[in-house]
């Protein structure tokens, strides 16, 4: 198994920054909508929050497809995990995770000569 190099890391690092600055945002935001009077209705309340829920539900879908599809192709683990955090936290915090995964199970495969 070879180390990840310096590229696999800084990536995996941006990832990480990306999932923690998403996780914490979601959440407050989250906490902040059960705390309020708001009911589902509101994310179709205007076009900007209709058109925000119609592009953010098209973008989970998308990486939900892609995430099942390339981790089998390469073999990451656990696919199904990334998949239900999609629904669970968000899909902001669970795509970078995935790409870690991803990026993390590729730097240890084996390199095939040329």
Same mark, same amino acid.
């Given at each position: 198994?070879?180390?990840?190099?310096?590229?696999?890391?800084?990536?995996?690092?941006? *990832?990480?920054?990306?999932?923690?600055?998403?996780?914490?945002?979601?959440?407050?935001?989250?906490?902040? *909508?059960?705390?309020?009077?708001?009911?589902?209705?509101?994310?179709?309340?205007?076009?900007?929050?209709?058109?925000?829920?119609?592009?953010?539900?098209?973008?989970?879908?998308?990486?939900?497809?892609?995430?099942?599809?390339?981790?089998?192709? &390469?073999?990451?683990?656990?696919?199904?995990? *990334?998949?239900?955090?999609?629904?669970?936290?968000?899909?902001?915090?669970?795509?970078?995770? *995935?790409?870690?995964?991803? &990026?993390?199970?590729?730097?240890?495969?084996?390199?095939?000569?040329?």
């Amino acid at each position: 198994m070879a180390p990840m190099n310096s590229t696999d890391r800084a990536l995996c690092w941006a *990832y990480g920054l990306i999932a923690a600055v998403a996780l914490v945002g979601t959440q407050w935001a989250l906490v902040a *909508y059960l705390n309020s009077d708001e009911d589902l209705g509101a994310l179709f309340a205007g076009p900007a929050s209709t058109f925000a829920t119609i592009d953010l539900l098209a973008v989970a879908v998308a990486a939900v497809v892609f995430m099942v599809v390339d981790g089998r192709r &390469t073999g990451v683990p656990r696919v199904w995990l *990334y998949v239900v955090l999609v629904f669970v936290v968000a899909v902001s915090v669970a795509f970078p995770l *995935y790409l870690i995964a991803r &990026t993390r199970h590729l730097a240890r495969q084996p390199v095939s000569p040329a």
